[in-house]
């Protein structure tokens, strides 16, 4: 992320101007016109929420949020509206915007810089004269007095976690395959300051991590898993937390080949539960929060080869677990399954699990949330779904009824990695259930990892959803 985001007190004859309003908010006029201003006030009072006025050498912007909203909807549209702001500054070939709150929020602002930072993000590495495609916003600068440079660089990290965590969504299996993924990650690890190790085949097989081994063997690359973990001095918990990520860098569905038609074509999205759990680490690493936080990712593709694991075959996982496989499609549970038990021997205070897991889920809810399931506190739960309401990566929870333990026995087998046409996100949370031995939360974020068009300020591609919503769990427990 190149956007340079400063607080300042002074508007600057050379920036664009971009100012939050009310209907009835009182406002400083001297950037504008007598004519302007009487524009403005008329496009207010017709309800306009977005008004754009072209002084030539800048824009100035008004963005009109609706003073009967509060919370985290407010916060939404004033990301919203952030997003348009980009998007005129990009059309007009303006770098630099001037932005304040006409009462001097610094929360709204704060989200409202948020969205024009993240609208503005492009992935054109493979694009040839990439310059001419990326947004034209270099810089940010913010008026208001509440706020602090502490604050501000606490903000901007955690849109440069996203910005990696989006690239590496949007990177091609041609480029990123499992080792690389590592390597990627060790270099957030090298920036950041977090501990890594990344374990090899050899390594992986030593542990008999039985589920991602067999997914890897329709794979001429080697599978990785690696372990990251940022625990500072004196952190407020005893027993660490622990992410887990999905990392299938590339999912063609095994020899139970998905269709290419709107299936296939992008899953190279696959590996985004990995590519967040790295993010929140960097994000927590470079903010320097005072809890100690492990993530792991089990990474391979998922191919079809003379040498894949097929349908039928038995699969003993890390703990002894025998996994009647009745679809290689259904490979992330089988990996996720063996870092779950490893997660066990940290005696963790709470693993959440990140994965793009089922269809079942993106069918059930579509983009606008994620599902969520798991045996976790309702005090956890409840702060897991404030956080979630507050960046508006909001949460849907699915129940973990025993019923649903009926679809996933196996006649050969202690259990199979399916459970039939019906609850399809609710039955792979069962069977990643099986796994756990601890406060746990699984998060399926299937229907809300890639955008296949643009999506506002969460844009096209991978979007890091899910990213921004930990982070603050985790900014949150450090504040109590």
């Not at 066990?344 to 990140?354: T, Y």
């Not at 045996?375 to 409840?382: D, G, L, R, T, Y």
């Not at 300020?457 to 949150?476: A, E, I, P, V």
Request: glycine content about 8%; charged content about 20%.
């Amino acid at each position: 992320m190149d956007i340079n985001v400063f607080k300042t007190n002074n508007l600057d004859a050379q920036a664009s101007v971009a100012v939050i309003v009310g209907k009835d908010s009182i406002f400083d006029v001297s950037y504008l016109s007598v004519q302007e201003y009487n524009y403005v006030k008329q496009c207010i009072d017709k309800g306009d929420n977005c008004i754009v006025i072209n002084q030539y050498q800048r824009l100035v912007y008004f963005a009109v949020l609706d003073s009967k909203k509060t919370g985290s909807i407010l916060l939404e549209d004033a990301r919203k509206a952030g997003y348009k702001l980009q998007a005129e500054l990009s059309a007009h070939s303006f770098d630099k915007v001037i932005a304040f709150h006409a009462e001097n929020n610094s929360d709204v602002l704060m989200a409202f810089a948020e969205g024009a930072i993240l609208g503005a993000y492009k992935f054109t590495k493979y694009q040839k004269a990439n310059d001419d495609k990326r947004t034209q916003l270099k810089e940010i600068g913010l008026i208001c007095q509440p706020l602090t440079e502490e604050t501000i660089a606490r903000f901007v990290n955690v849109n440069k976690a996203l910005y990696n965590v989006r690239d590496l969504v949007n990177e091609p299996v041609s480029f990123l395959n499992a080792e690389q993924l590592s390597r990627e990650f060790e270099a957030m690890a090298k920036e950041s300051g977090f501990g890594i190790e990344v374990m090899n085949k050899s390594k992986i097989e030593a542990l008999k991590m039985g589920g991602l081994l067999a997914v890897n063997k329709g794979s001429v690359d080697p599978p990785t898993f690696t372990v990251m973990e940022w625990k500072p001095d004196n952190p407020i918990n005893k027993s660490p937390y622990v992410l887990i990520g999905k990392g299938v860098v590339y999912d063609t569905g095994g020899l139970s080949l998905k269709p290419t038609s709107d299936s296939m074509d992008y899953m190279k999205c696959d590996m985004s539960g990995a590519a967040i759990v790295a993010g929140v680490l960097y994000a927590i690493a470079k903010n320097k929060l005072s809890v100690h936080v492990i993530a792991l990712a089990p990474a391979t593709d998922n191919r079809p080869s003379g040498n894949a694991y097929a349908p039928g075959d038995v699969i003993t996982m890390m703990d002894g677990t025998n996994v009647e496989m009745l679809n290689s499609d259904a490979e992330g549970r089988m990996i996720l399954a063996d870092a779950l038990v490893y997660a066990g021997k940290f005696n963790p205070e709470l693993v959440i699990d990140v994965a793009t897991l089922t269809g079942s889920a993106s069918a059930a809810i579509g983009q606008y949330a994620l599902a969520a399931m798991g045996n976790a506190s309702q005090e956890v739960k409840n702060k897991l779904i404030k956080s979630s309401e507050l960046v508006f990566e909001r949460i849907v929870e699915f129940p973990l009824w025993e019923d649903y333990a009926e679809a996933l026995k196996s006649d050969i087998a202690d259990i199979k990695n399916v459970g039939g046409k019906q609850a399809g996100a609710i039955t792979a949370g069962k069977f990643l259930e099986k796994f756990v031995s601890y406060p746990w939360m699984h998060l399926d974020i299937a229907g809300v990892a890639f955008s296949k068009k643009n999506d506002n300020y969460r844009g096209k591609g991978g979007t890091g959803f899910g990213m921004r919503l930990l982070y603050d769990f985790f900014f949150g427990l450090c504040q109590q």
